[in-house]
């Protein structure tokens, strides 16, 4: 039958199923294969093949994403009948596949940066949001405190002291639309306090992207603080060597591994700091409430004695990134020169979300919401580990204690970290490669997808980098 007219070659670095699934597609755009004719059963052509049923299906499991071919329930697979007579150029080779998946057919995507969308309190978000839309709040149309709306400062701070061990009076508090705003205010302030300087930038090396293109743009150069290939924490030592005022970090949850500095360290970093009256840290505390090992790390800032430490947060991982709600928190001898000088920048964020915000801190729920995510992302986590360690030793990974993410290493495979992106791809799985002393690393973040989508992935981009559980 010409349907087993195919040839796979198991000497190629190429997978069988890959293999598979072009020759099928080929036969597709040469009209060897008509719309609306039937594929042969998976088990059928695995026995013809001498290959896995498994690696069939995942080559159906691709066409029938990009749309190639149809799956009837209880009947089989067909060549798609919704087939324009003049389709796409053919994938002649493993470099050309992310071209041919648009964004919209990722099947599973490990975004780091996605939060989980499906248990947001929607009800309650827009039972508060009313509360507002009437004519007794009709101030809210009006431009409000330059620095953001004062009870929201005012939850801000208590809500830091609590959870973070943060002290701050709401007045140290500027509410901003993302941190790239706060960061841009923090580099205007410190030239009016120190205007006859050029201020020198550095970062983690894997720090927040817009953080460095926005100092690039305004400084030429930042320095990048390497990871230590052993300890895989961010190397300060080479901060000495080098005459820099601000230091940008994240001491709490480093990406892409999740390091944590120590007390020492923070006591190292806050020395350095204090050498000279011009530097600063800054510190982004992105999601330190989501920690599911032992209790919340302490903030750098908890630390600060001598007002070197200028505290970023936000409410994108604990809300929702739409919000659009950061603040930073100033240490008192930088807040005085704010005022005078950058009181020009009116709130960039509205009046009445500021206010639903507020609220929403105020009457608990704020906190009701954080601890039932953290349960839903811990359990996530506790799935994601629990299915990788059957693959150990192959399949390492960092960074379980916390976050939407754990950075996972391909140990045992012949497959370039390029092309083991091409495979993941191919099988329209997104995840996020770290070019990191030549070893193949990936981020897989799990915030909005859903336990079974979570197993179903990592099973499927594992048995397309033809990674097997050892035999025990």
Not at 7 to 23: A, C, I
Not at 300 to 313: E, F, I, M, P
Not at 351 to 358: C, E, K, P, T
Request: aromatic share 12%; with cysteine.
């Amino acid at each position: 039958m010409k349907h087993f007219a195919y040839q796979l070659n198991k000497s190629l670095s190429q997978p069988l199923y890959l293999q598979l699934y072009q020759q099928i597609k080929q036969a597709i755009h040469q009209g060897i294969l008509q719309q609306g004719e039937a594929l042969p059963a998976k088990r059928r052509l695995a026995d013809y093949l001498a290959i896995s049923q498994n690696t069939v299906e995942n080559s159906y499991a691709q066409l029938l994403a990009e749309g190639y071919i149809e799956s009837k329930p209880r009947i089989g697979y067909f060549v798609s009948t919704e087939l324009l007579p003049t389709m796409m150029p053919l994938v002649t080779s493993v470099n050309e596949i992310s071209q041919t998946i648009p964004e919209q057919k990722w099947q599973y995507d490990f975004n780091p940066n996605v939060i989980d969308g499906q248990h947001f309190p929607f009800e309650l978000w827009k039972k508060l949001q009313k509360q507002f839309l009437n004519r007794q709040h009709t101030n809210l149309l009006a431009l409000g405190d330059k620095q953001g709306e004062y009870e929201l400062r005012r939850q801000i701070a208590d809500y830091l002291y609590s959870a973070r061990g943060v002290k701050c009076r709401p007045e140290q508090v500027v509410i901003n639309a993302g941190v790239e705003l706060c960061l841009l205010q923090l580099m205007l302030l410190w030239q009016h306090r120190y205007p006859a300087q050029q201020a020198h930038y550095a970062m983690e090396e894997f720090g927040y992207p817009v953080v460095e293109k926005l100092w690039q743009s305004y400084a030429g150069q930042v320095l990048k603080l390497p990871i230590d290939n052993q300890t895989h924490k961010v190397d300060l030592s080479i901060l000495s060597q080098h005459h820099i005022d601000l230091l940008y970090i994240t001491p709490s949850h480093q990406y892409p591994f999740g390091s944590v500095l120590t007390i020492g360290e923070r006591q190292q970093l806050l020395a350095w700091a204090n050498t000279k009256e011009q530097r600063y840290l800054i510190e982004d505390d992105y999601d330190s409430e989501f920690r599911y090992q032992g209790k919340p790390i302490p903030a750098l800032k908890s630390l600060d004695q001598h007002n070197k430490v200028v505290y970023l947060g936000s409410f994108s991982k604990l809300i929702m990134p739409s919000v659009r709600i950061s603040y930073m928190v100033l240490p008192e001898p930088l807040l005085a020169i704010y005022q005078q000088k950058i009181n020009f920048f009116n709130s960039s964020v509205s009046r009445l979300d500021q206010q639903v915000v507020a609220l929403f801190m105020q009457s608990g729920a704020f906190e009701k919401h954080i601890n039932r995510m953290r349960k839903y992302y811990r359990r996530k986590m506790e799935l994601l580990c629990q299915q990788l360690k059957l693959y150990s030793p192959s399949i390492r990974f960092w960074g379980e204690s916390s976050g939407f993410y754990l950075l996972i290493e391909v140990v045992d495979t012949p497959y370039t970290l390029q092309q083991l992106l091409a495979f993941a791809e191919q099988q329209a799985i997104k995840v996020y490669p770290i070019e990191l002393h030549q070893r193949k690393l990936f981020v897989l973040g799990f915030g909005n997808l859903s336990e079974q989508a979570l197993l179903t992935g990592v099973k499927l981009l594992l048995e397309g980098w033809q990674i097997k559980k050892p035999t025990r």
